[in-house]
Antibody, heavy 121, light 108 residues
Framework: EVQLVESGGGLVQPGRSLRLSCAASGFTFDHYAMHWVRQAAGKGLEWVSSISWNSATIAYADSVKGRFTISRDNAKNSLYLQMNSLRAEDTALYYC??????????????WGQGTLVTVSS | EIVLTQSPGTLSLSPGERATLSCRASQSVSRSYLAWYQQKPGQAPRLLIYGASSRATGIPDRFSGSGSGTDFTLIISRLEPEDFAVYYCQQYDSSPRTFGQGTKVEIK
C-alpha cells in the first residue's frame, strides 16, 4: 500500500524558515517524480513544486521561486521542501504527492494527508 | 500560465442524478493533459481522471471525462452519496501546473 506521511509543519514567524519532510513507502520511490501541493484553509489547490526521479528536473510555482527548495533522498525514500523567507500567504496545508511516472508528468496519483504550516507573528 | 475556470461553482443535485462539471482553459491544453480530482472534507484529493478521459485505478465507471483544447467535462452519470464533494481540474501540459478553483457538488 502506498503511504506518504508529511511532517515538519508548525507555527513560524514571518521571515523564518521551515523544512517539510515526506516519508514514502509501499512503492519504489526512486522510480517516480514527486510534488508538493498546498491548500490554504477553505481555498483551492495550488501546485508548489516538483522533482523528477533523479532530481534532474525541478520546477517551482512563481509564488515560491527563490524562497523554497525541493529535494529528495532516494536512499531514505524521502522528499523535502526547504521553505525560507516565509510569508503569511504561505500559510496552508502542504501535501506531498506521487507522480504517475518518473519524468514529472504532473499527474498526482497518490497524496499524503498533509502537514499544516502557519506563518504568523 | 494556463488559467483554468471551472463552472458552476456549486452544483446542487440529488442522489441518482447526473452531474456535469466544466473546466475551461485560458489557452489550449495540448495532448489533453488534463486531470480531475475529488476532495472530500478533511481528506486529501484523489485522482479520478487523467489524459482528459482515462480513469485512474479503482475509479468507478460512473465517472467519465471528455474534451480537448480548451474545453473539458467531467460527468458523474448517477450520483452516489459518496460522490458529494469538491472536484478540481488540473492541467499538466505546461509549468506551472495549475488547478481550477473547484466545483462543489452538494446534496439538494
Amino acid at each position: 500500500e502506498v503511504q506518504l506521511v508529511e511532517s515538519g509543519g508548525g507555527l513560524v514567524q514571518p521571515g523564518r524558515s521551515l523544512r517539510l519532510s515526506c516519508a514514502a513507502s509501499g512503492f519504489t520511490f526512486d522510480h517516480y517524480a514527486m510534488h508538493w501541493v498546498r491548500q490554504a484553509a477553505g481555498k483551492g489547490l495550488e501546485w508548489v513544486s516538483s522533482i523528477s526521479w533523479n532530481s534532474a528536473t525541478i520546477a517551482y510555482a512563481d509564488s515560491v521561486k527563490g524562497r523554497f527548495t525541493i529535494s529528495r533522498d532516494n536512499a531514505k525514500n524521502s522528499l523535502y521542501l526547504q521553505m525560507n523567507s516565509l510569508r503569511a500567504e504561505d500559510t496552508a496545508l502542504y501535501y506531498c504527492a506521487k507522480d504517475i511516472e518518473g519524468g514529472n508528468s504532473g499527474v498526482l496519483v497518490y497524496w499524503g494527508q498533509g502537514t499544516l504550516v502557519t506563518v504568523s507573528s | 500560465e494556463i488559467v483554468l475556470t471551472q463552472s458552476p461553482g456549486t452544483l446542487s443535485l440529488s442522489p441518482g442524478e447526473r452531474a456535469t462539471l466544466s473546466c475551461r482553459a485560458s489557452q489550449s491544453v495540448s495532448r489533453s493533459y488534463l486531470a480531475w480530482y475529488q476532495q472530500k472534507p478533511g481528506q486529501a484529493p484523489r485522482l479520478l481522471i487523467y489524459g482528459a478521459s482515462s480513469r485512474a485505478t479503482g475509479i468507478p465507471d460512473r465517472f467519465s471525462g471528455s474534451g480537448s483544447g480548451t474545453d473539458f467535462t467531467l460527468i458523474i452519470s448517477r450520483l452516489e452519496p459518496e460522490d458529494f464533494a469538491v472536484y478540481y481540474c488540473q492541467q499538466y501540459d505546461s509549468s506551472p501546473r495549475t488547478f481550477g478553483q473547484g466545483t462543489k457538488v452538494e446534496i439538494k
